[in-house]
Every structure is written in C-alpha cells, then in structure tokens.
C-alpha cells in the first residue's frame, strides 16, 4: 500500500534518481520519445496553456517539455528534493513557481487560476484518497476552461488476479518476477480504478 509517508521515504530518501529519471522513459525509446509520441498527442488540444500545474514532478522529466508551452508553470512536490532539483535544472526559466506540499494539498494555489492541470507516472502510486483530495480540490482551481491530464493507476481493477499472486512465498514470487514469470505491481495503488477515478470527479463536479 504506497501510503504518503511511504512515497515521502522512497522518491525522497531512498532513491538515487538516475539520470534525474528519464530512465523510465526506456521502454519507449526515451524521454523525447514518449513525449513527442505518447504524451503531447494525448494533451495537444490543451496547450499551450496561460498556467499550467504540473503535480509531482519528481526532477523535471516532464517539466522540461511543460515550462515551453505556457505562460507561467506552477510545480507541487512533497519532496523537497524534487523541488531543489528542478529549481537547479530550471534555473534559467523565470515563468516556474515552485511548492512543497505535504502530499495532498493545493492550497497554495489561487482558485480560478489553473487552465491546465498535469501528472504523469507519479500519482499511479498514490491511493485513491489522494486522488480524491487533488480532484476535489482542482474543481475550485480551474478557470473556466480549465482541464487536466491525470495518470493514475487502474490495478485495482485485477485485484483477483493479485490475490492469487500474493499467496505465494515472497523470495518466490521476487524470483519469478525477475524471470518475467509473474508481472511487478511497479508500486500501483490497489484501491484506484479507472471506474472511481472517473467517481471522484464527478463527486467534484467535473466531466472525467
């Protein structure tokens, strides 16, 4: 269960933070890659954008592409290393703000000010409490128009298939995960699905 305090620990103590992270980005050929192939085809109709909000950042994968397609960035992490690093790699760009929060809060944030909100490949290890808490508070931070691309996690959605796995013995199932014999949950919180994600926005009063 990747609670708060857990991902504080990992994103914050624990890891290193290779190649500032765009070694996620390998399976599609690298960072640039992913952007230009991936991502921007699924957000082009929303930037560029007045202000965007990128939440949870990490050290700046995506926020090297996002400070170039608005008029001002807005960056929340709750590690403080994120935020120190990206404000290093970013030194140069006078439209980013910067915000540690503690995991959950958006505060900090003007209402009706947010025309587009982002996060990729760091809320899918948050639960769905947390989700909660981003979405139901955006719903107050947007403009009129104000949209948001959110990548959460849907393993919740095979929690059967999870069950069975799980019952076998832990150095077991570590040995068959690396034998690509077993699939890794790569850290995704069980308690999200596509399905109450789309629910908590529409609790929020917004179109999922």
Not at 30 to 50: D, K
Not at 94 to 115: F, K, Q
Request: glycine fraction near 6%; charged fraction near 20%; charge should be neutral.
């Amino acid at each position: 269960m990747p609670t708060i305090e857990f991902n504080k620990q990992l994103w914050g103590e624990k890891y290193a933070w290779p190649k500032d992270g765009e070694g996620w980005s390998k399976p599609w050929g690298g960072t640039e890659a992913q952007w230009y192939g991936s991502i921007l085809p699924r957000i082009h109709a929303f930037v560029p954008a007045g202000t965007i909000l990128e939440i949870a950042p990490g050290f700046g994968r995506w926020t090297q592409y996002l400070k170039g397609l608005c008029e001002h960035l807005i960056v929340v992490d709750m590690n403080e290393n994120c935020i120190e690093r990206c404000k290093e790699r970013f030194a140069s760009s006078s439209n980013i703000t910067y915000h540690v929060n503690d995991g959950t809060s958006l505060a900090m944030i003007p209402d009706n000010s947010i025309d587009f909100a982002f996060c990729f490949d760091s809320l899918v290890h948050v639960e769905i409490q947390v989700l909660e808490a981003y979405v139901t508070q955006l719903a107050s931070k947007f403009t009129q128009n104000g949209a948001a691309f959110f990548h959460h996690s849907n393993i919740g959605e095979y929690q059967q298939r999870w069950k069975y796995q799980n019952r076998i013995p832990r150095t077991i199932r570590r040995y068959l995960t690396r034998k690509n014999v077993l699939t890794d949950d790569h850290l995704r919180a069980f308690s999200v699905t596509a399905a109450k994600f789309a629910e908590i926005c529409d609790a929020a009063g917004l179109c999922c």
